[in-house]
């Protein structure tokens, strides 16, 4: 009755069945893995997603690697051992047959297609004897500059009337302009063959030299003024030597519209002849085409290229500011020995070319002053453009 218990079995716990024999050759329970498996306290179905997650970004990542590396080892790879050169080709294609690169096209001989174009209209009238150019547009305009692009304007002249040239107007960034202008020249019949039409297209610059674009050169003999013609012609290359000019003179702009206040500051002048002595500028304020105020700046010896930094105020109410015209003249003792005009500016609503154009930037910006180069032209061109009359001068004793 009071026998030992067997060995294994607790007090109180009734003896359980003997346990079998785990199968020889499985580590289910005894392995790593489902030990770590068993260990971590989340479903099975999350541990197999993430599984999968994993899996897919290695691959991604392996992908990216050997997308760079077969990039790089075409980067390294010699441009010469991929291009194929006509001499390599056997076979009846020859260098001429192949279209040249632009480069090419461009420093080769004959390429005025680099300038561009320029499409105008000509018509002679032969009551009056005077020939209307119209300038409507230019395509194709090469930019010298760095930034691709240009500010051209036009200037246009004839051979035989080399002092009465015709500016348009400046458009800004562009390398196909409209200009749309029209001028007129009196050209005797007689004078009608050996009279050229001279086109020149250059690139605004402020402050230093305009830059040439292109030039057309077309004589009047080899077309047919009978009717109205339009036609289109290309451009040369702009030649280093531009026409009969008597110097180019800088001045700055200032107009305050509160208080009317009109500031000239003469600034310097170049090109000037060496045979002018003592020159200065003389700056004249014009009221509905009379003569209102007058300033000079100093005489300045044995230079071409004169300094002279001087400024002027003028007062010009705001009522008037449009019928003022602004005129700057360069005079210098010639050969006569007495001073006389070299050439002239002319600025404000009745001008044209560079001269309106400066005009309306310094009223389009008040109270900012802007500088500008302007070429002087003939002192009769524009003492007949602002209707002044010439006072006649009585001659010197032995002149």
Known sequence: MGGPEPA????GQPPGPPSAPAPVGT????GLIPGLLARIPWPRWALVAIAVAAAILTASCLLCIVCCCCRRARRRKPRDEEAVGLGSVRGATTTHL????VDDVESGPGGAQQWGRLQLSLEYDFGSQEIRVGLKQAVDLRARGPGGTADPYARISLSTQAGHTHETKVHRGTLCPMFDETCCFRVPLAELPRTTLWVQVLDFKRLSGHEPLGELHLPLGTVDLQHLLELWCQLGPPGTAEAEQTGELCFSLQYVPGSGRLTVVVLEARG???ELAEPY???????????WKTRRTSARKGTAAPYFNEAFTFLVPFSQIQSVDLVLAIWARGSRLRAEPVGKVALGTRASGQPLQHWADVLAHPRRAIAQWHRLRPTQEV????GLQLRRRLPLPGS
């Not at 003492?383 to 602002?386: F, G, I, K, M, S």
């Open 281 to 291: 500028v003389k700056v004249q304020l014009m009221l509905n085409r009379r003569k």
């Open 383 to 386: 003492d007949q453009a602002l």
């Open 98 to 101: 192949v279209q040249p690169e």
């Open 8 to 11: 294994g079995v607790e007090m």
């Open 272 to 274: 000037l002849s060496l």
């Open 27 to 30: 580590t289910a329970e005894s």
